[in-house]
């Protein structure tokens, strides 16, 4: 077993092994059937042409419900999670042995465990019986070198509107194989509901792998001592932070996601915004699978290998046109030094060899700059100067009555639904509600702007926490759940800093930068874990602060202290727990490895219920300060999905209206 | 709640199903709940007019939005019919004056525009 570093293409390697082992069990060609959501995060990891090595003659959706009977094997690869999809595949199976002269072999790979419900459906429907049912242990998937996800999409909506704690169990599940690799969290500290499920639940896989190992004695101690390598767990519940998710995000991958929708590290364009740049070489493009039907669209595979794309993804845009810039202007250069370089044959064969990486740059050049043109249109428009203003007066908690009038303005210009509630649900997270006046006057304003099907969303609202009344004139918090319930914000703002008055953009000296101002109140959570001298430096600056963190605060301080005061205001279950071994082989060990540095360690921060980009900018930004301040730690980031105030929004929009269109 | 989300499912079927809605009103009388079962019988009253709208004005209002009837009204030119379902929705004027608005830069009915 590797106990290296945490490494994400490691884990994608595995999970790729891991489906073509499963691949190479079915016998001869087959037709692969995919659920649709799962097409994009297997993209990530396995290229079609090595499928097709694997024997896999053609590729079916599953929603499309079109799998011909042109080879004998077929294989299912879906959510086991997922009831619509399970029965969707019984009635193929259904289908499929009916119309079909040949016998077909029909496998399925539950993605990620097999499910007792699965197969009841299975079986019900009379589809269970001579069907290879065999799992496809997905958990994490590697979106960029130091992020890994779930990719479960629908998490968000499960966790907080259908209270649905499968995807707990599967995070679980996912850290649990973790820790058999690299072994156990030495520590685990997080915050919100959610979260303290998913450690109790952790802490409980935990005992029932000693009690089953107790039975194999050989290996079984291995387990059980504390990683060397990860320093801790910091688990975070969106619930926590909602507001950060809110808000539009300001960092160039951010607003691609807003304004395109990134969807497994591909957006959707317009070809004409990429216009020929992509064509001449494959770099960094692709056109969609088999759709030319659709040339219109085009698909752009966005990831770190792109060496303009990593440098420019986490920066703030207001600073992209700039660094496009002078990246243009090099290129320009190193063309111009042509004729005088190349003056002997070795030089020039230098230069022709350089060529391929320069043309490449060029054509991920020219990409980026018309997306952020797209981009910058976008931003300049007058609506979202309008929006920017009322987050950022929200944030400050100015006045925010005073956006009302804004925000019925914008309702009557009809701008996109998402978007208002994105406002209105930014405003009742932060100041613990709304008004019943003013929020009663805003529903009637979406139900009429909007239409009434949206009752049904506006109720989802409230069910998930995001929208609601403020009760009581002070701040005294809605009772929602009964450890902590609401989020003080009017406290936490000033003990942790969430506003940022003054903020370069240029060369970010906080996290605040992805927000021009507001600070995810999450990512501020993890430096209460792991900054604790900078955010004491915070309080030590304004005097306004308390005081009482900057005294507590060093370095050697571990979990939350000393920010206790300020977490505790904060929504959800606070904890705090240390993991330890075996006193024996600890010490052991210590021994083996010397005394315990904490250099270069990596820190997992896992979020539940999704990340934004601009969070995961932040997250790296905090890894960087690490870095210098001489602390280095590898941040790995772990989430259920990628989220943005969107898709938040769209899991609680209604879809059908009146008029059954 | 729940019965109330139910009917709101069902209704998506046809205007046929205002029926349901009645009955899911009639529960929500019982409770607290003025603010929703106000908006049940307010969307009632809009599917009836839409109704109404269709036989003369030709299709496509049923689902659309008070706004939306709105925009659309003022786009083919129904200034009065708008008029009159702003004032049975209580449309505040602000608003009322950015659909028309709206409605007539896309129609680009410049002349009218002017004369407001």
Redesign the interface.
């Known amino acids: 077993m590797a106990r290296t570093v945490l490494e994400a293409s490691e884990i994608g390697e595995k999970a790729r092994r891991d489906l073509l082992l499963l691949l190479e069990g079915v016998r001869g060609k087959k037709n692969l059937v995919i659920e649709k959501g799962l097409a994009g995060t297997l993209g990530l990891f396995v290229k079609f042409s090595t499928l097709q090595e694997y024997g896999v003659d053609k590729v079916f959706f599953l929603e499309n419900d079109n799998v011909d009977s042109s080879q004998k094997n077929i294989v299912f690869l879906a959510r086991s999670d997922n009831l619509n999809e399970v029965h969707a595949i019984a009635s193929q199976i259904k289908r499929l042995r009916q119309s079909g002269q040949t016998e077909h072999e029909i496998s399925i790979f539950w993605v990620p465990r097999r499910t007792l419900v699965s197969d009841q459906i299975l079986e019900e429907e009379g589809a269970l019986g001579d069907v290879n049912v065999s799992e496809y242990p997905l958990y994490f998937v590697p979106v960029a070198e130091d992020i890994l996800s779930l990719e479960l999409e629908n998490s968000f909506r499960d966790l907080y509107l259908r209270k649905d704690p499968t995807c707990i169990f599967t995070a679980a599940k996912a850290l649990m194989l973790l820790q058999q690799h690299h072994g156990l969290f030495p520590r685990i500290t997080g915050k919100g509901n959610n979260a303290k499920r998913l450690a109790d639940l952790l802490m409980r896989m935990r005992s029932e792998l000693t009690a089953s190992s107790d039975f194999r004695p050989s290996g079984a101690g291995y387990e059980l001592t504390p990683s060397n390598t990860i320093e801790s767990l910091i688990i975070i519940d969106r619930e926590v932070d909602f507001p950060s998710a809110l808000l539009t995000q300001l960092t160039y991958e951010g607003l691609v996601d807003e304004c395109f929708g990134i969807e497994s590290n591909q957006i959707e364009v317009d070809s004409s915004v990429v216009g020929t740049a992509s064509n001449t070489t494959s770099q960094g493009s692709s056109s969609g699978p088999g759709s030319a039907s659709q040339p219109l669209r085009k698909k752009i595979i966005l990831d770190g290998t792109e060496s303009l794309f990593k440098s420019i993804r986490d920066t703030n845009f207001a600073v992209v046109p700039q660094v496009l810039n002078s990246v243009a202007r090099r290129l320009q250069n190193t063309y111009e030094n042509r004729p005088t370089a190349s003056k002997t044959t070795a030089e020039l064969r230098e230069f022709v060899s350089k060529l391929p990486s320069y043309q490449s740059e060029q054509t991920s050049l020219k990409l980026h700059t018309n997306i952020a043109e797209e981009i910058q249109k976008f931003t300049q428009s007058e609506i979202f100067t309008r929006i920017l203003e009322v987050q950022q007066t929200v944030a400050e908690e100015l006045d925010p009555t005073s956006q009302h009038d804004t925000i019925d303005e914008l309702i009557s210009r009809a701008i996109s639904l998402p978007t208002v509630l994105r406002l209105l649900c930014l405003e009742s997270t932060m100041c613990n509600g709304l008004r019943p006046r003013d929020l009663d006057a805003f529903k009637r304003a979406i139900l009429h702007a909007y239409g009434p099907q949206h009752l049904l969303t506006l109720s989802r609202l409230e069910k998930m926490g995001l929208l609601s009344t403020r009760s009581g004139s002070a701040f005294t918090p809605a009772p929602l759940s009964k450890s902590g319930s609401g989020t003080n914000y009017s406290y936490v703002r000033k003990a942790l800093h969430l506003y940022m008055r003054e903020v370069n953009e240029a060369k970010p000296d906080d996290i605040a930068y992805v927000y021009s101002g507001p600070v995810p109140l999450s990512v501020r959570l993890v430096q209460c874990v792991l900054q604790k001298q900078y955010l004491a430096s915070l309080s030590n600056k304004h005097p306004g602060a308390t005081n009482a963190a900057a005294s507590g605060a060093t370095a050697l301080s571990q979990g939350w202290r000393p920010f206790e005061e300020a977490v505790k205001q904060i929504k959800g279950a606070t904890f705090d727990e240390v993991q330890r071994g075996e006193e024996k082989a600890v010490r052991a060990k210590q021994i083996l490895n010397g005394s315990g540095s904490t250099e270069g360690k990596t820190v997992l921060v896992f979020y539940l219920g999704g990340i934004s980009r601009a969070e995961v900018a932040a997250l790296r930004f905090v890894g960087k300060r690490l870095v210098d301040e001489g602390r280095r730690r590898n941040l790995v980031i772990c989430t259920t999905g990628m989220v943005s105030g969107n898709d938040m929004m769209k899991a609680a929009i209604a879809e059908r209206d009146f008029g059954g269109r | 709640?729940l019965l109330f989300?139910e009917a709101?499912?069902q209704?998506?079927?046809?205007?046929r199903l205002e029926k349901l809605k009645l009955a899911a009103k009639l529960l929500q009388d019982s409770k607290e709940n003025t603010?929703?079962a106000k908006?049940?019988d307010?969307?009632q009253r809009?599917?009836k007019i839409q109704d109404a709208i269709e036989k003369d004005a030709g299709p496509g209002f049923?689902?659309?939005?008070?706004?939306?009837t709105i925009?659309k009204l003022v786009r083919i030119g129904q200034l009065k019919r708008a008029q009159r379902v702003q004032s049975e929705?209580k449309?505040?004027e602000?608003?009322?004056w950015?659909?028309r608005l709206?409605a007539l830069v896309s129609k680009r009915d410049w002349i009218e525009l002017e004369e407001m």
């Open positions: 709640n989300d709101l499912a209704k998506v079927l046809s205007a603010f929703q908006c049940i307010e969307t809009l599917l049923t689902g659309l939005s008070v706004n939306e925009f929705f449309v505040p602000k608003s009322f950015w659909i709206r």
